[in-house]
């Protein structure tokens, strides 16, 4: 923990009180969420910026939020608790803005079945979250016999109708960002890190990694300005990959997709051929209890349909859920960003039955690991959204107090067994 007081880390020298500083640890937890969830608001801001987009109000958030965990601003804990929430607001703000950054420059996603696993030649496989350092990629690639392959949060790529129509972005290769020294070190093309969430690199591929952007990793040639020459001479140099089908993924239900199908979902629930949609998404790590997500999407009755998004579903998303009339079990609205999709898909349903989302039968299981995933909850909590199972663990920083008054206000939960989950969930 770092010391607000003294600015070194608690414990260090001159530091006598371990940690705190007398300091009220509901207004430490507060600041603490508040400087998480900025830095998730951040990213998607960062985003929509390279994309031409921005907007004054969540600027000017930002400033206040970060001038206000200064140490001795200000004690009142109901002011933290409000910017806390109204971070929850910017972020929705923000991730509707790069929502519509995303669709002004790739086209409104569309549904698409995705071929996973690798083709015979050379190949590039990216990750990350950044789509314009996937079209300058496949820009620079085209006609030069080099296969281009998501990885992790790019996946979702493939339902932009100006992505996919690059014939060379083939597919999608491996699953979450932790899996990589894994699925890279069996990779024997080059790969392109383009944002966070990437693992240590192996020596046996490091030379055949690169970064750009926001991205760096020590050791890593970094990439300037969008010149991915390097990247693909690197491609034409390795050891072409071999023909490997590991399986079909679905991505692109953009929120405009399956609103297309309302009507059929809405007739599907009045009849009772749907009984209840499950939101269960969010990041992946390599903590011990992530395998409760799967477990839990197992446990999804077959009268159900799942929501994804982020890369958490790259724990469940290989296997075949089926369809109820058509309609997808599984309905992917993409990255993590692309909540906003889900949120609008929760928002429309509530409307159609008029209700409000709390009263729809929809569960929210949300997993968290960094800072966007914190965005995304405080969006959730600013919306209302109530009875949210939170895991693998509840975030430490999350104080008793602060702690009671998500449980009291919001019904939060941390996960638990699945089963027993399940069953209350499903009433
Ligand atoms: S969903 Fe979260 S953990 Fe996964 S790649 Fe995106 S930011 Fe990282």
Same mark, same amino acid.
């Given at each position: ?67 206000? =965990? ?20 910017? /972020? ?5 803005? #790069? ?27 990216? =990750?990350?979250?950044? #789509? ?14 080099? &296969? ?20 060379? #972005? ?25 944002? &966070? ?52 993924? &679905? ?39 992530? /395998? ?15 929501? =994804?998004?982020?890369?958490? +579903? ?41 209700? %409000?989302?709390?009263?729809?039968? #929809? ?23 109530? &009875?949210?199972?939170?895991?693998? %663990? ?16 919001? /019904? ?7 089963? +027993? ?7």
């Amino acid at each position: 923990m770092f010391c607000y007081q003294c600015e070194q880390a608690a414990g260090g020298t001159g530091c006598t009180k371990v940690g705190v500083c007398g300091k009220d640890p509901d207004i430490q937890s507060l600041q603490d969420t508040l400087i998480f969830g900025l830095k998730g608001i951040a990213a998607y801001a960062y985003h929509s910026k390279e994309l031409g987009k921005s907007d004054p109000e969540v600027d000017a958030f930002m400033h206040e939020a970060l001038f206000a =965990t200064l140490t001795n601003v200000d004690f009142d804990l109901k002011r933290y608790i409000d910017l806390v929430l109204k971070a929850g607001k910017m /972020n929705l703000k923000t991730m509707e803005m #790069l929502n519509d950054a995303h669709v002004e420059r790739f086209g409104a996603p569309t549904p698409a079945e995705v071929f996973a696993g690798t083709k015979p030649g050379p190949g590039i496989v990216v =990750t990350g979250h950044d #789509l314009l350092d996937l079209i300058e990629l496949l820009k620079q690639t085209e006609g030069k016999g080099i &296969n281009i392959y998501t990885h992790g949060e790019m996946l979702p790529s493939h339902g932009y109708p100006e992505l996919r129509k690059y014939k060379h #972005l083939v597919g999608h290769y491996g699953t979450a960002w932790q899996n990589q020294r894994k699925e890279f070190d069996e990779f024997s093309g080059a790969m392109l890190i383009t944002t &966070n969430c990437v693992m240590i690199p192996k020596e046996s591929y490091k030379d055949r990694m690169f970064t750009c952007g926001i991205a760096g990793v020590a050791g890593v040639e970094h990439l300037e300005g969008r010149d991915f020459s390097k990247v693909i001479d690197k491609a034409l140099k390795s050891e072409p990959l071999k023909e490997n089908k590991v399986g079909t993924l &679905n991505t692109g239900f953009h929120y405009t997709a399956v609103l297309g199908l309302a009507d059929k979902i809405i007739d599907a629930v009045k009849a009772g051929k749907i009984k209840r949609f499950f939101f269960i998404g969010g990041c992946d790590g390599a903590k011990p209890g992530r /395998n409760y997500f799967s477990k839990i999407a197992e446990l999804v009755p077959q009268d159900c349909v799942i929501l =994804t998004a982020a890369c958490g +579903k790259f724990r469940f998303n290989y296997n075949d859920f089926g369809t109820i009339d058509g309609i997808p079990r599984l309905v992917d609205t993409g990255q993590c960003n692309d909540c906003y999709s889900a949120v609008k898909i929760a928002l429309a349903l509530a409307e159609a039955f008029k209700c %409000s989302v709390n009263d729809l039968p #929809l569960s929210f299981v949300v997993s968290w690991y960094e800072q966007k995933a914190v965005a995304i909850l405080l969006t959730l909590l600013h919306l209302g959204v109530k &009875n949210i199972r939170l895991g693998p %663990s509840l975030p430490a920083f999350v104080s008793p107090n602060v702690l009671n008054f998500l449980v009291e206000n919001y /019904n939060i939960m941390p996960t638990g067994d699945p089963e +027993k989950d399940m069953a209350d969930m499903l009433g």
